[in-house]
C-alpha cells in the first residue's frame, strides 16, 4: 500500500472510529433519559420513578425553590400560590395554595412527578398516587437537609450534576458563615416571633433553632417539641430574651415588634435589641436558607 493509500485507509478508521464514539455516547444519553431513578424523600418513601420527571408540580413555596435550584426548573408545569421564587415560578400556572390545591389542574398538568411538603393531607397524597403521580415530601429536619433534598429532587429529574453543584455551594456557604460567626462563651438568649397575636414561636426541633445556635444564640424557647407554639407574653418576659427576633416579609419591622416596649425590663428591649429578619428566608427550607442564616448571624452579632 503506498503512502497515500495508507493515508486514506488510516483516516477512514478514524472516521468509523468517532462515529462509533458518537453513536455510543448517544445511545449512553438515550438510556440515561429512560433508565429508573430513585430516592428517599423525608417522610422516608421510596419514589420511583421508570424514568427521570420531565413534568413536575410542586406544593409548596420552597419545593419550587429546591427544584430550580436542582437544575429542573425547566421541569416545573405547575405551582402553588406564594411560590414567587425565583422570579420565573410566578409566570407558572397554579395549582391551588397553602390550604388547598386543585387535583384537577394538577391530574391536567400530566406531572410525572409531584414535590410537596408535610401539610398535603393524607387524601389528598392518596389521589395523586391513584392517578399513578410519583410524590416526594420534601421536609429538611436540618440544614444539611436541605442540600440533602436538592440532590435527591437531582436525581429524580435527571439533572444530578447540576443540583451536586447546587448542594455543594449551599454546604460551603453555610460552613462559612458557621466559621466566622463569634464563639461566645455565654450564648445570647434568643426569642424568636413568628407572630403576634397570638404569640407564635419556634420550638427546638425546627431548623431556626439550628440557625440561631449557629450564630451564637440559644432558643428560649428550645425545650418546647412543637415547631411553632403559641406561647404567653409572660413566657417571653420569664425567659428574659437578650435579642427579639421578628421574621417578617423583606424584613420589614412588624407593628406587634414594638409592643415588647411595653416591658423595659427584658434585656432585649433594655438594650434596644428589637430586630428583624426575611421571613422569606429563613421560614422557607430552601437553597436561600443559607442567606436567611447570614441575615440572623448579622442581626445577633
Given at each position: 500500500?503506498?503512502?497515500?493509500?495508507?493515508?486514506?485507509?488510516?483516516?477512514?478508521?478514524?472516521?468509523?472510529?468517532?462515529?462509533?464514539?458518537?453513536?455510543?455516547?448517544?445511545?449512553?444519553?438515550?438510556?440515561?433519559?429512560?433508565?429508573?431513578?430513585?430516592?428517599?424523600?423525608?417522610?422516608?418513601?421510596?419514589?420511583?420513578?421508570?424514568?427521570p420527571a420531565t413534568?413536575?408540580?410542586?406544593?409548596?413555596?420552597?419545593?419550587?425553590?429546591?427544584?430550580?435550584?436542582?437544575?429542573?426548573?425547566?421541569?416545573?408545569?405547575?405551582?402553588?400560590?406564594?411560590?414567587?421564587?425565583?422570579?420565573?415560578?410566578?409566570?407558572?400556572?397554579?395549582?391551588?395554595?397553602?390550604?388547598?390545591?386543585?387535583?384537577?389542574?394538577?391530574?391536567?398538568?400530566?406531572?410525572?412527578?409531584?414535590?410537596?411538603?408535610?401539610?398535603?393531607?393524607?387524601?389528598?397524597?392518596?389521589?395523586?398516587?391513584?392517578?399513578?403521580?410519583?410524590?416526594?415530601?420534601?421536609?429538611?429536619?436540618?440544614?444539611?437537609?436541605?442540600a440533602d433534598d436538592?440532590?435527591?429532587?437531582?436525581?429524580?429529574?435527571?439533572?444530578?450534576?447540576?443540583?451536586?453543584?447546587?448542594?455543594?455551594?449551599?454546604?460551603?456557604?453555610?460552613?462559612?458563615?458557621?466559621?466566622?460567626?463569634?464563639q461566645r462563651a455565654?450564648?445570647?438568649?434568643?426569642?424568636?416571633?413568628?407572630?403576634?397575636?397570638?404569640?407564635?414561636?419556634?420550638?427546638?426541633?425546627?431548623?431556626?433553632?439550628?440557625?440561631?445556635?449557629?450564630?451564637?444564640?440559644?432558643?428560649?424557647?428550645?425545650?418546647?417539641?412543637?415547631?411553632?407554639?403559641?406561647?404567653?407574653?409572660?413566657?417571653?418576659?420569664?425567659?428574659?430574651?437578650?435579642?427579639?427576633?421578628?421574621?417578617?416579609?423583606?424584613?420589614?419591622?412588624?407593628?406587634?415588634?414594638?409592643?415588647?416596649?411595653?416591658?423595659?425590663?427584658?434585656?432585649?428591649?433594655?438594650?434596644?435589641?428589637?430586630?428583624?429578619?426575611?421571613?422569606?428566608?429563613?421560614?422557607?427550607?430552601?437553597?436561600?436558607?443559607?442567606?436567611?442564616?447570614?441575615?440572623?448571624?448579622?442581626?445577633?452579632?
Open positions: 500500500m503506498d503512502a497515500v493509500a495508507s493515508r486514506v485507509a488510516h483516516h477512514g478508521s478514524a472516521v468509523v472510529c468517532a462515529a462509533f464514539a458518537v453513536a455510543v455516547a448517544a445511545g449512553l444519553a438515550a438510556s440515561a433519559a429512560h433508565a429508573e431513578v430513585s430516592a428517599v424523600d423525608d417522610a422516608g418513601a421510596r419514589v420511583t420513578l421508570a424514568a413534568r413536575i408540580v410542586t406544593l409548596a413555596p420552597h419545593a419550587t425553590e429546591l427544584v430550580f435550584a436542582a437544575g429542573a426548573g425547566a421541569h416545573v408545569v405547575g405551582v402553588v400560590a406564594g411560590s414567587d421564587y425565583p422570579p420565573a415560578a410566578r409566570a407558572l400556572p397554579q395549582v391551588g395554595d397553602a390550604n388547598t390545591v386543585d387535583l384537577e389542574r394538577i391530574v391536567a398538568a400530566r406531572p410525572d412527578l409531584v414535590v410537596t411538603w408535610p401539610y398535603t393531607t393524607s387524601a389528598q397524597l392518596a389521589a395523586l398516587r391513584a392517578h399513578g403521580i410519583a410524590v416526594f415530601t420534601s421536609s429538611p429536619a436540618t440544614i444539611a437537609g436541605i436538592i440532590e435527591r429532587i437531582g436525581v429524580l429529574a435527571g439533572t444530578s450534576a447540576a443540583a451536586a453543584q447546587s448542594a455543594s455551594a449551599f454546604r460551603a456557604r453555610i460552613a462559612a458563615i458557621a466559621a466566622a460567626a463569634p455565654q450564648p445570647l438568649a434568643v426569642f424568636y416571633e413568628i407572630w403576634d397575636p397570638p404569640i407564635f414561636t419556634i420550638g427546638g426541633h425546627h431548623l431556626i433553632t439550628e440557625a440561631i445556635t449557629l450564630c451564637g444564640g440559644r432558643n428560649v424557647f428550645a425545650g418546647l417539641e412543637i415547631a411553632a407554639p403559641v406561647v404567653t407574653a409572660e413566657a417571653v418576659i420569664a425567659a428574659k430574651p437578650d435579642v427579639i427576633v421578628a421574621g417578617a416579609d423583606d424584613a420589614r419591622p412588624p407593628s406587634w415588634l414594638a409592643r415588647w416596649n411595653a416591658w423595659p425590663s427584658v434585656p432585649a428591649v433594655a438594650h434596644g435589641r428589637l430586630v428583624t429578619v426575611d421571613a422569606n428566608l429563613l421560614h422557607r427550607p430552601g437553597p436561600r436558607f443559607a442567606d436567611g442564616v447570614q441575615q440572623l448571624c448579622t442581626v445577633l452579632r
